[in-house]
């Protein structure tokens, strides 16, 4: 029986996940690797790292599914933490490729040190909108080109030896095939690339001074890129010249493994933080409309072939979603399992009694992007419990969701139904919030190996067992739960005043995070 291979390498771990040609799931591997924190605010991996918890992964799941199943592996597909920067020499270019080093550790999508970065991308650009205009994205911490001109700026001898520069999962597939390549995705999330095009724009090279012989070549998502090589294969214990096909970023390769690569679908996901991604026919790009630009992100969508280009998605995320519930379960709830909690916050009635959860712990990307925003509870009386207190961090998660989907709507992408993934779909009360708040049916699906899973799609369609990634996800996925829209009027209220509470508290938070520092 043939196999496929999807490989994520996130920022704690990577994941092996090995599916057969109907995308039954026969093993799964997963292996950490470390972060580095040097200083406050930053965030670096040796991406070397990612390529020995690839190794480990892969034979954790070669190894579940029969030591001899390794042989069997037809097609591999890659996915992974998004934005990240991995800086190469010209041993990247060189004949042994597939053993280029590092040449320092990768800046990460969680970093925070390029603030000053962004504000010189949008000034060049000439401005937010003309930025988001130019590469469908606001320049924020998280994306890559700041951090190159961070390098640029503060480790000038590094940068001066750069022949390539390359995203996480691309380091690994160099590592495979010893071949220079990244996916359009994965691209969208650099500031660097056209998404409208599909390629990388010669204007923002020139306009922020990047070498366009610094990056990679691009390919669709499903169209492959290099077969893996002997050396690679005897690492990770698969035979050689099995093809590599593009892959794409957790959120796009993540869309695929629930099956959202259809108009009028969204995948709404609560793990640490909350990620709303809509599939869509067109580029829609935020310019604001008289507001704040680039506060939803377009990129491209990973359902395109080596022979026709794919689609695009709208993302945002906001920053603390389960982060929220896991900081209330940690000092207020000590003991308590989640469940209990959402007992506890299911006997507490719509709207909380009039109490309001603001979930900016961590700053805010989606819809304020403002790393100074601030949580807190609005409202609180002595006749509130600790259940309206869990209910109302629930129902502020939920809200700030909702606000996503609202700017995602806005900009005419429609809306008609929401894959749950991530803790929050294991509450049969959240899903019946997100149902009600996002006013649309909400559903679970077959599968839960999330990008990893949607990598090893994706490999199928590369190799030719599956005609196109939407007939992929046909064979492999389907609804197993639904949940409708039941008592939205109840939320209306507090909806409203959660939606006013960010501007009318922007210029304390900022105060506050000055006494912070």
Same mark, same amino acid.
Request: include cysteine; proline fraction near 6%; glycine fraction near 14%.
């Given at each position: 029986?043939?196999?496929?291979?999807?490989?994520?390498?996130?920022?704690?771990?990577?994941?092996?996940?090995?599916?057969?040609?109907?995308?039954?799931?026969?093993?799964?591997?997963?292996?950490?690797?470390?972060?580095?924190?040097?200083?406050?605010?930053?965030?670096?991996?040796?991406?070397?790292?990612?390529?020995?918890?690839?190794?480990?992964?892969?034979?954790?799941?070669?190894?579940?599914?029969?030591?001899?199943?390794?042989?069997?592996?037809?097609?591999?597909?890659?996915?992974?933490?998004?934005?990240?920067?991995?800086?190469?020499?010209?041993?990247?270019?060189?004949?042994?490729?597939?053993?280029?080093?590092?040449?320092?550790?990768?800046?990460?999508?969680?970093?925070?040190?390029?603030?000053?970065?962004?504000?010189?991308?949008?000034?060049?650009?000439?401005?937010?909108?003309?930025?988001?205009?130019?590469?469908?994205?606001?320049?924020?911490?998280?994306?890559?080109?700041?951090?190159?001109?961070?390098?640029?700026?503060?480790?000038?001898?590094?940068?001066?030896?750069?022949?390539?520069?390359?995203?996480?999962?691309?380091?690994?597939?160099?590592?495979?095939?010893?071949?220079?390549?990244?996916?359009?995705?994965?691209?969208?999330?650099?500031?660097?690339?056209?998404?409208?095009?599909?390629?990388?724009?010669?204007?923002?090279?020139?306009?922020?001074?990047?070498?366009?012989?610094?990056?990679?070549?691009?390919?669709?998502?499903?169209?492959?890129?290099?077969?893996?090589?002997?050396?690679?294969?005897?690492?990770?214990?698969?035979?050689?010249?099995?093809?590599?096909?593009?892959?794409?970023?957790?959120?796009?390769?993540?869309?695929?493994?629930?099956?959202?690569?259809?108009?009028?679908?969204?995948?709404?996901?609560?793990?640490?933080?909350?990620?709303?991604?809509?599939?869509?026919?067109?580029?829609?790009?935020?310019?604001?409309?008289?507001?704040?630009?680039?506060?939803?992100?377009?990129?491209?969508?990973?359902?395109?072939?080596?022979?026709?280009?794919?689609?695009?998605?709208?993302?945002?995320?906001?920053?603390?979603?389960?982060?929220?519930?896991?900081?209330?379960?940690?000092?207020?709830?000590?003991?308590?399992?989640?469940?209990?909690?959402?007992?506890?916050?299911?006997?507490?009635?719509?709207?909380?009694?009039?109490?309001?959860?603001?979930?900016?712990?961590?700053?805010?990307?989606?819809?304020?992007?403002?790393?100074?925003?601030?949580?807190?509870?609005?409202?609180?009386?002595?006749?509130?419990?600790?259940?309206?207190?869990?209910?109302?961090?629930? %129902? @502020?998660?939920?809200? *700030?969701?909702?606000?996503?989907?609202?700017?995602?709507? =806005? &900009?005419?992408?429609? $809306?008609?139904? +929401?894959?749950?993934?991530?803790?929050?779909?294991?509450?049969?009360?959240?899903?019946?919030?997100?149902?009600?708040?996002?006013?649309?049916?909400?559903?679970?699906?077959?599968?839960? %190996? @999330?990008?990893?899973? *949607?990598?090893?799609?994706?490999?199928?369609?590369?190799? =030719? &067992?599956?005609?196109? $990634?939407?007939? +992929?996800?046909?064979?492999?996925?389907?609804?197993?739960?639904?949940?409708?829209?039941?008592?939205?009027?109840?939320?209306?209220?507090?909806?409203?005043?959660?939606?006013?509470?960010?501007?009318?508290?922007?210029?304390?938070?900022?105060?506050?995070?000055?006494?912070?520092?």
């Amino acid at each position: 029986m043939d196999l496929l291979l999807g490989i994520d390498v996130g920022t704690s771990a990577t994941k092996a996940v090995l599916c057969d040609t109907r995308g039954a799931v026969v093993a799964t591997g997963s292996a950490e690797h470390p972060i580095s924190q040097p200083r406050p605010g930053w965030s670096e991996q040796d991406p070397r790292d990612w390529w020995a918890s690839s190794v480990r992964a892969t034979r954790a799941a070669v190894e579940a599914a029969g030591s001899s199943r390794g042989g069997a592996v037809v097609g591999i597909g890659l996915s992974g933490q998004m934005h990240g920067s991995v800086f190469l020499g010209a041993d990247a270019r060189g004949p042994k490729a597939d053993r280029a080093e590092p040449l320092r550790p990768a800046l990460l999508w969680n970093d925070q040190r390029t603030a000053a970065q962004c504000q010189e991308i949008e000034r060049l650009a000439g401005g937010r909108a003309a930025l988001v205009a130019l590469v469908g994205n606001a320049a924020l911490t998280g994306f890559t080109l700041p951090k190159v001109l961070w390098v640029r700026e503060h480790d000038a001898p590094v940068y001066r030896r750069t022949v390539a520069i390359v995203l996480p999962k691309d380091y690994v597939r160099l590592r495979m095939t010893a071949c220079l390549a990244t996916d359009v995705g994965d691209a969208a999330g650099t500031l660097l690339f056209d998404v409208e095009r599909r390629a990388w724009s010669p204007r923002a090279a020139q306009l922020f001074g990047i070498d366009p012989g610094l990056l990679p070549e691009v390919v669709e998502s499903a169209a492959p890129t290099g077969g893996l090589t002997a050396a690679a294969g005897a690492e990770l214990g698969l035979k050689e010249g099995i093809p590599v096909v593009g892959g794409s970023g957790d959120n796009q390769a993540g869309a695929v493994g629930a099956g959202v690569v259809a108009p009028g679908l969204v995948l709404a996901t609560l793990g640490t933080s909350g990620v709303i991604y809509a599939h869509a026919e067109a580029p829609r790009k935020d310019l604001g409309n008289g507001g704040a630009a680039g506060r939803v992100h377009t990129m491209c969508a990973a359902t395109g072939t080596a022979k026709t280009p794919g689609q695009w998605s709208i993302t945002g995320c906001m920053l603390s979603a389960g982060g929220s519930l896991r900081w209330c379960r940690d000092t207020i709830c000590p003991g308590l399992s989640y469940d209990q909690m959402m007992a506890e916050a299911a006997a507490a009635p719509p709207g909380s009694g009039g109490l309001v959860f603001l979930p900016y712990l961590t700053g805010e990307r989606c819809p304020y992007p403002d790393p100074a925003a601030r949580g807190g509870w609005i409202g609180l009386t002595a006749r509130h419990t600790r259940g309206h207190v869990i209910r109302a961090v629930v %129902e @502020g998660v939920t809200f *700030g969701m909702g606000q996503v989907l609202d700017l995602i709507r =806005g &900009l005419g992408v429609p $809306v008609d139904r +929401a894959r749950l993934g991530g803790g929050g779909a294991r509450s049969a009360l959240w899903r019946q919030m997100q149902a009600d708040v996002f006013g649309c049916t909400v559903a679970l699906t077959n599968t839960e %190996e @999330g990008p990893a899973y *949607g990598a090893a799609l994706l490999a199928g369609v590369g190799v =030719g &067992l599956f005609e196109s $990634v939407a007939a +992929a996800c046909r064979t492999a996925i389907r609804e197993t739960e639904t949940t409708s829209p039941k008592n939205a009027p109840a939320y209306t209220a507090a909806r409203e005043v959660y939606a006013r509470l960010y501007q009318d508290l922007r210029d304390r938070f900022g105060a506050l995070a000055a006494i912070d520092r």
